[in-house]
């Protein structure tokens, strides 16, 4: 069986951090781009970040660009994502996605939501003071 599951979400107050985890089981996320996006109510999906297998290359939203570091740990099968300087406007569920392809793609495409295959439930992330 093949899952995601994403975890480590919370309430934290503006300009702190957390630390998503996404947890695969069932293959290998080391062969796999692997995406975070989230979604807030009344608002569309919007993808946040994405690493490729291999070489590593990473892509930034630019809504969390130089807040959020993506990051791969092979030996856990795990994927995270490193949130710093939180903002109320960073709430949303996030969830973590496997792209059908090793790399996340031309600048245009990288989060195109039908490149990607399996979904986690997300985590609830709500930045409040």
């Known amino acids: 069986q093949v899952q995601l599951v994403e975890s480590g979400g919370g309430l934290v107050q503006p300009g702190g951090s957390l630390r998503l985890s996404c947890a695969a089981s069932?293959?290998?996320?080391?062969?796999?781009?692997i995406g975070w996006f989230r979604q807030a109510p009344g608002k569309e999906r919007e993808g946040i970040s994405c690493?490729?297998?291999?070489?590593?290359?990473?892509h930034y939203a630019d809504s969390v660009k130089g807040r959020f570091t993506i990051s791969r740990d092979n030996a856990k099968n795990t994927v995270y994502l490193q949130m710093n300087s939180l903002k109320p406007e960073d709430t949303a569920v996030y969830y973590c996605?496997?792209?059908?392809?090793?790399?996340?793609?031309?600048?245009?495409?990288?989060?195109?939501?039908?490149?990607?295959?399996?979904w986690g439930q997300g985590t609830q992330v709500t930045v409040s003071s």
């Open positions: 069932g293959f290998t996320l080391d062969y796999y781009a």
């Open positions: 690493i490729s297998s291999y070489d590593g290359n990473t």
């Open positions: 996605a496997n792209r059908v392809t090793p790399g996340c793609g031309y600048s245009s495409s990288v989060f195109r939501t039908a490149d990607f295959a399996t």
